[in-house]
């Protein structure tokens, strides 16, 4: 005998819980652990290969460029996968980072360990070990951040709670930054003219990278939980590359963040140059990257005050021009008075640290635009391409700067026996270091001033967005009474019972 079930009754929305200091800090760790392994090749990669293995800065240049194109490529397909992947006990996003967190500071500590691991090999052989681990880490750092990055969308859709992530997570990351710039630069300055000596520092410092990356990762998956009710299925291929076509904020958002982040990877790349050779002290990678970081503490506790007083999108232009003032101050400072170039880099904090800090917030946005225009919601497609583009600024940037040394004429034999660079290769290194950072940025903002997602226009967004749920929940109501009936009417049948509607008076 056939039983028909009586429909299930539609489930109630439930409204998302303001989020905790437990979340802000658990999304801080995962940038923290991140930067892990991204900053320390950012900032000290370069440096690793010409004074310690002894390459060419225009052949490493050129890797950057290659290997960040493949990283900027997988981001693409670690966005897919993320998208497609259904939500489990620990959501769609944490079990990437679960898996891949370990492998990925393996590879980190790998890339660095190439004269521990191969102490005889020759210039050829040092070139693939380099493309290969580099390679290997790109692939692995875009299978965990991009799940990573993709998840602040789903924890709150409230602005100021979004800036309020955006600036934990530059917090995590520049905590980092300045804690490799604390332990390694004593290193550099330690074993200068032995690079057998700082390859051997350097591969016990990674090692315990790894373990305090586990760590923070661990923390992360702990207490970074989705919020954001999601009510429709998830995108095909199709649908999210058309999604990801008609997001114009996305899209001016990518070409603003290409801009910049090649300004700042030049830079980055550069400031171990510029403390060693202008300065004429490796303890100023570290000071420098204080002085960096303390503006970037100071700027990103005021960007939810700024982004609830004068929008994301005024604020990143003012805080870009403090940017390109800083650039013009390290271009020019004189090296005699190093203070002056401290200042500079402590500017670039405030000017560089609040617009990286404004862009995570901006991104988070363009995930509602786009489910706005299409019906279809991504988190990590939309995540991925924002990454791609900033992954090819990296590039880019990274080129940049490794190419600035080679017009700079840098020897890296002279840096390798722990020779002093000439006076006209010190000053093309301090002009290249601000001008390059000064100039992306400018490109960067005449971008931007064409953004179109305000915050006025992001809020009657997420208005409509909710409306539109009401209406889908209210015919959803609607279908079950209409089915309820319907079955109520069968089940009547079925038992030979009247099926007509009974009076009220006998309900």
């Known amino acids: 005998m056939t039983v028909v079930s009586e429909p299930a009754a539609p489930a109630a929305a439930v409204a998302p819980t303001r989020l905790t200091w437990r979340n802000y800090s658990g999304y801080a760790a995962g940038d923290a652990a991140n930067n892990l392994a991204f900053s320390m090749s950012s900032a000290f990669l370069l440096l690793y290969y010409t004074n310690v293995v002894g390459l060419g800065a225009a052949a490493i240049g050129t890797m950057f460029l290659l290997i960040r194109f493949w990283d900027a490529l997988a981001d693409l397909v670690a966005g897919r996968l ?234 990143f232009l003012v805080l870009g021009v403090i940017g390109i003032l800083a650039g013009v101050l390290l271009a020019f400072a004189p090296p005699s008075l190093p203070f002056v170039a401290v200042l500079g880099f402590f500017l670039i904090g405030i000017g560089m640290g609040g617009v990286n800090t404004l862009m995570w917030a901006l991104e988070a946005d363009t995930v509602e635009y786009g489910e706005w225009k299409t019906g279809v919601r991504t988190e990590g497609t939309t995540y991925a391409l924002f990454s791609f583009t900033r992954k090819m600024g990296q590039a880019v940037g990274g080129a940049a700067g490794a190419y600035a040394l080679g017009i700079a004429a840098f020897s890296s034999q002279r840096a390798t026996e722990g020779l002093l660079q000439t006076d006209t290769t010190v000053a093309g290194i301090q002009l290249w270091s601000g001008a390059l950072v000064s100039g992306f940025i400018l490109l960067s903002l005449l971008i931007m001033a064409f953004y179109p997602l305000t915050d006025a226009v992001f809020q009657r967004i997420v208005g409509e967005i909710g409306a539109r749920r009401a209406q889908r929940d209210a015919d959803g109501h609607a279908r079950y009474e209409v089915a309820h009936a319907q079955w109520e009417t069968d089940e009547r049948a079925r038992r030979g019972v009247d099926a007509r509607p009974r009076p009220a008076d006998e309900v």
């Open 82 to 315: 993320v998208d497609a992947k259904k939500p489990g006990r620990l959501g769609k996003f944490r079990p990437f980072i679960l898996v891949f967190s370990l492998p990925l500071l393996l590879s980190s500590m790998a890339i660095f360990s190439a004269k521990t691991f191969f102490p005889d090999m020759g210039q050829t052989s040092a070139l693939l070990y380099a493309y290969v681990t580099y390679a290997l880490m790109g692939t692995l750092y875009s299978l965990v951040n991009i799940p990573y990055g993709s998840i602040a969308p789903a924890m709150t859709q409230v602005p100021t709670e979004r800036a309020k992530l955006a600036s934990w997570r530059v917090w995590g990351s520049n905590i980092t930054i300045l804690m490799l710039s604390f332990v390694v630069a004593p290193q550099i300055k330690r074993f200068t003219g032995d690079p057998e000596g700082l390859q051997n520092s350097l591969f016990v410092t990674t090692a315990l990278f790894v373990v305090l990356g586990m760590v923070l990762y661990l923390y992360t998956v702990k207490t970074v939980k989705e919020q954001v009710q999601r009510d429709v299925a998830a995108p095909t291929l199709r649908e999210s590359v058309d999604t990801l076509r008609r997001n114009k904020p996305l899209l001016w958002l990518c070409a603003g963040s290409l801009a910049f982040l090649t300004g700042l990877t030049a830079l980055s790349t550069l400031a171990a140059y510029y403390a060693i050779y202008v300065l004429q002290d490796a303890q100023y990678i570290a000071w420098n990257a204080l002085a960096q970081a303390v503006g970037t503490f100071l700027i990103a506790s005021y960007i939810p005050r700024i982004v609830a007083r004068f929008g994301k999108k005024n604020g």
